[in-house]
Nanobody, 123 residues
């Protein structure tokens, strides 16, 4: 059974940092991509970042380039999203998802999702 569990969200001041974790089980991560997405109240879910385990390639949405970093843990069953220089507009529920997407930041191409973790950036 495919499972993804996010953790690491919380309340942080503008300019601060958080690291989100996505623990996966029930499938071999070597053959799939892991994407991070976010959804703010009243807005559509949007792609944030993706890592392709097959070749280690990474992708970022323009609003987070240079601030966020995606990586795979040494244990190989965890993917991290390091978020730096956080802004109030980064406030959202963050989800990780897995699949074999062609358009790596398109949420419609990911069939398996975690439950999400809240990130709030506020002073």
């Amino acid at each position: 059974q495919v499972q993804l569990v996010e953790s690491g969200g919380g309340l942080v001041q503008p300019g601060g940092s958080l690291r989100l974790s996505c623990a996966v089980s029930g499938f071999n991560l070597d053959y799939y991509a892991i994407g991070w997405f976010r959804q703010a109240p009243g807005k559509e879910r949007e792609g944030v970042s993706c890592i392709r385990s097959s070749d280690g390639s990474t992708f970022y949405a323009e609003p987070v380039k240079g601030r966020f970093s995606i990586s795979r843990g040494n244990a190989k069953n965890t993917v991290y999203l390091e978020m730096n220089s956080l802004k109030p507009e980064d406030t959202a529920v963050y989800y990780c998802a897995t699949g074999t997407p062609l358009r790596v930041l398109n949420p419609n191409e990911y069939p398996y999702w975690g439950q999400g973790t809240q990130v709030t950036v506020s002073s």
